[in-house]
């Protein structure tokens, strides 16, 4: 082979490259925002997100060739409808609606890119609380209404959501599948319900959106420690739905949490992408507007309600960190008695865990680890890498530096985020180089 056709090879793999990563990143960006608005036009989110699957596949065939265009969206959105007629026309068994749709797309042609850019011009918390609603509709069950949003908006892969729920990644993918063919069944509407059927879904969409935040604000797979796009989608929908619904305190109290922990997102990576933990971040840079506005939601949450639920009593525990100027100023005695409270309304491994860990700081590591490890054996924890590290963590306070490297070795082998695991083995590697300090 030539030096030039070498060259030329070289150079072509490279612009493939770069073309794909520009795939996947408008995606992790736009899929969402496409599917909602899919299924606004075809009442049916299995189909609409089998659409945006073949607009992803069609851009990933033609953006190395065409370049990628000047609004990756309206073209992925312009492809995607351009498929679901094609669907249309192939099926004429298909529903009266889905005739009615292919004519009247097929009859105005020209009209596609001006139709297109209204549609994606139009506000996208609508579309996409919308099909969040519509997905957390009581004829789902409740553990595959969250799975599913997750899914669909939120980007996460079956394995991801099955690690959030700390369930089987096949179990997670079978109530995704049942949840999109019930909702195509039952002939769910896309509109958002009523006050008297809110109260049925407010809990799941709650939850969904929650969840979303999580997985941005710590990524559970990736090379990225955080996906900061996901946190501002959440936090935005989050307030939509506030703005719905003034007098309910929980979701006045889910703002309020998610204001609070995005306040700290500039502080949680360092110059290179690499985690930096709580205890050591500059508090400098946490964001003093997204502070104020968390505890202002999180004082009108209060007081709507006496009985202070989940998310309200999240909030308050961001809020004494937020209110901390410095580390050591953390009230941890009043954060463990929260996460007491929380573990009365919202009990969980996870939230004891959490429990564990504020119950060390506020009255020591041996502390700390006697809950701990009351939850080895918890089945729920078994492939929760969390548990090793907090594990690790409190024996390293207490000098058992040969344990605790251990702990923390289990932990980096267990997680499935690549920044998270180099955090982990460092603090393996700090055990190499000398004795526990």
């Given at each position: 082979?030539?030096t030039?056709?070498?060259?030329?090879?070289?150079?072509?793999?490279?612009?493939?490259?770069?073309t794909?990563?520009?795939?996947?990143?408008?995606?992790?960006?736009?899929s969402a925002r496409?599917?909602?608005?899919?299924t606004?036009?075809?009442?049916?989110?299995?189909?609409?997100?089998?659409?945006a699957?073949?607009?992803?596949v069609?851009?990933?065939?033609?953006?190395p060739?065409?370049?990628?265009?000047?609004?990756?969206?309206?073209?992925?959105?312009?492809t995607?409808?351009?498929r679901?007629?094609?669907?249309?026309?192939q099926n004429e068994?298909?529903?009266?609606?889905?005739?009615?749709?292919?004519r009247?797309?097929s009859?105005r042609?020209s009209?596609?890119?001006?139709e297109?850019?209204?549609?994606?011009?139009?506000?996208?918390?609508?579309?996409l609380l919308r099909?969040?609603?519509?997905?957390?509709?009581?004829?789902?069950?409740?553990?595959?209404?969250?799975?599913?949003?997750?899914?669909?908006?939120?980007g996460?892969t079956t394995e991801?959501i099955?690690?959030?729920?700390?369930?089987?990644?096949?179990t997670i993918?079978?109530?995704i599948v049942r949840?999109?063919?019930?909702?195509?069944e039952?002939k769910?509407?896309?509109?958002?319900?009523?006050?008297?059927?809110?109260?049925?879904?407010?809990a799941?969409?709650?939850e969904?959106?929650?969840?979303?935040?999580?997985?941005?604000y710590?990524?559970?797979?990736?090379?990225?420690w955080?996906?900061?796009?996901?946190?501002?989608?959440?936090l935005?929908?989050?307030?939509?739905?506030a703005?719905?619904t003034?007098?309910?305190?929980?979701?006045?109290?889910?703002?309020?949490?998610?204001?609070?922990?995005a306040?700290r997102?500039r502080?949680?990576?360092?110059?290179?992408?690499?985690?930096i933990?709580?205890?050591?971040?500059?508090?400098?840079?946490?964001?003093q507007?997204?502070?104020r506005?968390?505890?202002?939601?999180?004082?009108?949450?209060?007081?709507?309600?006496?009985?202070?639920g989940?998310?309200?009593?999240?909030?308050?525990i961001?809020?004494?960190?937020?209110?901390a100027r410095?580390?050591d100023d953390?009230d941890?005695?009043?954060i463990?008695?929260?996460?007491?409270?929380?573990?009365?309304?919202?009990?969980?491994p996870v939230?004891?865990l959490?429990?564990?860990?504020?119950?060390?700081?506020?009255y020591?590591?041996?502390?700390?680890?006697?809950?701990?490890?009351?939850?080895v054996e918890e089945?729920?924890?078994?492939?929760?890498?969390?548990?090793?590290?907090?594990r690790?963590?409190?024996?390293?306070k207490?000098?058992?530096?040969?344990?605790?490297?251990?702990?923390f070795?289990?932990?980096?082998?267990?997680?499935?985020?690549?920044r998270?695991?180099?955090?982990?083995l460092?603090?393996?590697?700090?055990?190499?180089?000398g004795?526990?300090?």
């Amino acid at each position: 082979m030539s030096t030039t056709t070498a060259t030329e090879d070289s150079g072509s793999a490279r612009k493939l490259r770069e073309t794909h990563r520009a795939v996947n990143a408008v995606w992790r960006i736009e899929s969402a925002r496409l599917i909602a608005g899919l299924t606004r036009l075809v009442r049916d989110v299995g189909l609409a997100e089998d659409l945006a699957q073949d607009a992803l596949v069609a851009a990933l065939e033609q953006w190395p060739e065409s370049g990628v265009p000047d609004n990756p969206g309206a073209w992925l959105m312009t492809t995607a409808k351009h498929r679901g007629i094609d669907r249309i026309r192939q099926n004429e068994r298909r529903a009266r609606r889905h005739e009615e749709m292919a004519r009247d797309l097929s009859s105005r042609p020209s009209a596609y890119t001006s139709e297109l850019e209204l549609d994606l011009d139009e506000p996208i918390e609508d579309d996409l609380l919308r099909l969040i609603f519509m997905c957390c509709h009581p004829v789902v069950g409740p553990e595959a209404r969250v799975a599913l949003v997750l899914r669909v908006l939120g980007g996460l892969t079956t394995e991801e959501i099955a690690r959030a729920y700390l369930v089987a990644t096949p179990t997670i993918a079978q109530r995704i599948v049942r949840a999109k063919r019930t909702l195509t069944e039952q002939k769910v509407s896309f509109d958002l319900p009523g006050r008297e059927e809110l109260a049925d879904r407010l809990a799941s969409v709650l939850e969904a959106i929650y969840l979303i935040f999580n997985e941005g604000y710590a990524a559970t797979a990736g090379a990225d420690w955080t996906r900061p796009a996901l946190c501002e989608e959440a936090l935005r929908l989050g307030r939509v739905l506030a703005e719905l619904t003034p007098r309910e305190a929980e979701v006045h109290g889910l703002v309020a949490l998610m204001e609070l922990q995005a306040s700290r997102l500039r502080a949680r990576s360092g110059p290179g992408g690499e985690p930096i933990l709580l205890l050591d971040q500059n508090r400098a840079r946490w964001d003093q507007l997204l502070i104020r506005r968390g505890l202002v939601a999180l004082d009108r949450a209060e007081a709507l309600s006496e009985n202070a639920g989940p998310y309200t009593l999240q909030a308050a525990i961001a809020a004494c960190h937020a209110r901390a100027r410095r580390p050591d100023d953390t009230d941890w005695p009043r954060i463990a008695a929260l996460y007491y409270g929380l573990t009365q309304v919202a009990s969980s491994p996870v939230v004891e865990l959490n429990r564990a860990v504020a119950i060390g700081m506020a009255y020591g590591p041996a502390a700390g680890l006697a809950l701990v490890d009351q939850l080895v054996e918890e089945p729920a924890l078994r492939d929760y890498h969390l548990l090793p590290s907090v594990r690790g963590d409190l024996l390293a306070k207490l000098g058992r530096g040969d344990e605790a490297r251990a702990e923390f070795a289990r932990a980096a082998a267990m997680t499935r985020n690549e920044r998270e695991r180099a955090l982990l083995l460092a603090r393996v590697d700090g055990f190499d180089r000398g004795p526990t300090g």
